[in-house]
């Protein structure tokens, strides 16, 4: 499926006063006497003016889900509930405006195109939330990808994964991660882009 995306910038404008000063000193030559000066302080506003827009880039976080996520509010409701992926992006979009991110959100069965959008995050992205789904417990070649671009990632997964069976225990993934959210339904998204943000602003006030 084609990525979807979801960005905005900020624009400020700001009202003008300009302050002009003008000191007068005034003195008497009569019978020689000195006059205490003068100080006359004018406030004078000047007409608004149209400023250029200040565009203020905005962390990008892409939300990327491995395979068969496609299939939520249909596969196994009793395991990751009944909300769809559309309405997964939709918790991510609204996360992301209240935390003034952008995201790019996208789903792909293919583990080579998972590996590829890593790559692609290199350049374009501060930050990683990631639900690599069944390609967590297999994919070394993700576990690399995740390695190679040096972004801080987060791991998510809407089961309790420690609870299902054995093979599910151990994820590759979580190896490149600075946290993992599993076992909180679909909610762990917008928990995970919480603490991607926090993780990104931390690391800017550096």
Known sequence: MPPRFSRAGSRFRGEL???SAFITAASSLA??????PRAIILLEPVEERATAPVMIKRPLIVVLNGPNLNMLGMRQPE?????????VEQICIQAAERLDVGIDFRQTNGEGELVSWVHECRNRAQGIV?????????SIALLDALLAVELPVIEVHISNIHRREDFRHHTYCS?????????LGVRGYALALQAMTDMILDENDR
């Open 79 to 87: 395991v990751y509930g009944r909300a769809t992926l559309d309405d």
């Open 175 to 183: 190896r490149a991660a600075a946290g993992v959210i599993c076992g």
């Open 17 to 19: 006063w300009q302050f």
């Open 31 to 36: 019978d020689e006497q000195d006059t205490e």
């Open 130 to 138: 990631i639900n690599p789904a069944a390609y967590g417990h297999t």
